[in-house]
C-alpha cells in the first residue's frame, strides 16, 4: 500500500539517516535537486514528480512509477530502475534528457515515448526494455545491453551505440540516421 509523505518530511527523514521510502506516494512532488542517493523507492508513487537535476546514485526506484515525471539532467549513475514505469500511454513518457544513467539497471523497464536525449546510458543493462517511440537522439549506448529490447519507432538519430549487445532487439521503424548503416531495419 502506498504511503503519502510530504517533501519536507522525507528530507528531514533522509538527513536523519533514513534511505527506505519504500511504497511512499510523492506524485507530483517537487525534488528538484535534491541528493537522495542511495534512498530505496521501490514500489513509489512518484507519477508526475520533478526529480531534474537531482542526485539519486544507486537509489532503487524497482517498481517505482514515474510516469510523467522530470528527471531530466539527473545523476541516476548505478540506480535500480528494474520493472519501473517510466512510459508513457495515457501521460507523455519520462523526461530524463540529458540524464546519467551509466550502469543503471532498466530490466524491463517501461519507457514507451520517453526522452532521453544526450542521456548517458554508457554500459546501461536494458534487456527486455520497452523503448517503443522513445526518443535516444544523441544518447550514450556504449555497451549498453539492449537484449529483446523493444525499439519499435524510436529514435536513435546520433546515437552512440558501439559495443551495445542489441541480440533480439525489435528495432521495426527505428531511426537509425547518423549511426553505422549495418543496423537499419
Same mark, same amino acid.
Given at each position: 500500500?502506498?504511503?503519502?509523505?510530504?517533501?519536507?518530511?522525507?528530507?528531514? +527523514?533522509?538527513?536523519?539517516?533514513? +534511505? *527506505?521510502?519504500?511504497?511512499?506516494?510523492?506524485?507530483?512532488?517537487?525534488?528538484?535537486?535534491?541528493?537522495?542517493?542511495?534512498?530505496?523507492?521501490?514500489?513509489?508513487?512518484?507519477?508526475?514528480?520533478?526529480?531534474?537535476?537531482?542526485?539519486?546514485?544507486?537509489?532503487?526506484?524497482?517498481?517505482?512509477?514515474?510516469?510523467?515525471?522530470?528527471?531530466?539532467?539527473?545523476?541516476?549513475?548505478?540506480?535500480?530502475?528494474?520493472?519501473?514505469?517510466?512510459?508513457?500511454?495515457?501521460?507523455?513518457?519520462?523526461?530524463?534528457? +540529458?540524464?546519467?544513467?551509466?550502469?543503471?539497471?532498466?530490466?524491463?523497464?517501461?519507457?514507451?515515448?520517453?526522452?532521453?536525449?544526450?542521456?548517458?546510458?554508457?554500459?546501461?543493462?536494458?534487456?527486455?526494455?520497452?523503448?517503443?517511440?522513445?526518443?535516444?537522439?544523441?544518447? *550514450?549506448?556504449?555497451?549498453?545491453?539492449?537484449?529483446?529490447?523493444?525499439?519499435?519507432?524510436?529514435?536513435?538519430?546520433?546515437?552512440?551505440?558501439?559495443?551495445?549487445?542489441?541480440?533480439?532487439?525489435?528495432?521495426?521503424?527505428?531511426?537509425?540516421?547518423?549511426?553505422?548503416?549495418?543496423?537499419?531495419?
Amino acid at each position: 500500500m502506498v504511503q503519502p509523505i510530504d517533501v519536507q518530511q522525507l528530507q528531514q +527523514r533522509y538527513e536523519s539517516g533514513d +534511505r *527506505d521510502f519504500s511504497n511512499v506516494d510523492l506524485a507530483e512532488a517537487d525534488l528538484s535537486g535534491v541528493n537522495l542517493s542511495n534512498a530505496v523507492f521501490a514500489g513509489a508513487n512518484l507519477e508526475g514528480a520533478s526529480l531534474r537535476n537531482a542526485t539519486l546514485i544507486n537509489a532503487d526506484f524497482s517498481s517505482t512509477d514515474l510516469s510523467g515525471a522530470d528527471l531530466a539532467g539527473a545523476d541516476l549513475t548505478g540506480a535500480n530502475l528494474s520493472n519501473a514505469m517510466l512510459g508513457g500511454t495515457i501521460l507523455e513518457g519520462a523526461l530524463l534528457d +540529458r540524464a546519467d544513467l551509466s550502469n543503471a539497471d532498466l530490466e524491463v523497464a517501461n519507457l514507451i515515448q520517453a526522452t532521453l536525449t544526450q542521456a548517458d546510458l554508457n554500459q546501461a543493462i536494458l534487456s527486455g526494455a520497452n523503448l517503443e517511440a522513445a526518443d535516444l537522439s544523441e544518447a *550514450d549506448l556504449a555497451n549498453a545491453e539492449l537484449e529483446q529490447a523493444n525499439l519499435t519507432d524510436a529514435s536513435l538519430e546520433n546515437a552512440n551505440l558501439s559495443g551495445a549487445d542489441l541480440k533480439d532487439t525489435t528495432l521495426k521503424g527505428t531511426m537509425l540516421e547518423g549511426d553505422d548503416p549495418s543496423l537499419a531495419t
